[in-house]
């Protein structure tokens, strides 16, 4: 399973850094979704690897989400808040739910 994690940011400097590092090794990838940030958000990100993705078209976090899922390569995305970390062994707590089908992100029956 191949994860691609998601952050949306704009004026995100202090906590990038943290963030994308919490993802770990084995993601496909990281794309940080640059709102436009005036403090070196994007450029703390490209300098840790992760992908930058940037533009007028991702106002807002809803735009910056899309954009940045238009973009992923992973068989699955998970969403990350910029100033929020995922915990150690994240990746086999998300696969275990998904091969459990405790989480199929279908919100058909809600």
């Given at each position: ?5 998601i952050?949306?940011a704009?004026?995100?400097?202090g906590s ?22 005036l ?9 840790l690897g992760?992908?930058v ?22 068989d699955?995305?998970v969403?990350?808040?910029?100033d ?27």
């Open positions: 399973m191949r994860f691609s994690v952050i949306p704009i004026d995100e400097a990038i850094v943290k963030a994308i590092g919490s993802a770990g090794s084995g993601v496909a990838e990281v794309i940080v979704a640059d709102g436009g940030s403090d070196g958000t994007a450029q703390s990100a490209a300098r992760a992908r993705v940037s533009g007028p078209y991702l106002k807002g976090r809803g735009g910056q989400m899309d954009g940045a899922a238009s973009v992923a390569t992973g699955v995305f969403f990350l808040h910029a929020t970390l995922l915990p150690p062994l994240w990746h086999e707590a998300v696969e275990a739910a998904l091969e459990e089908g405790r989480l199929d992100g279908d919100a058909g029956d809600a």
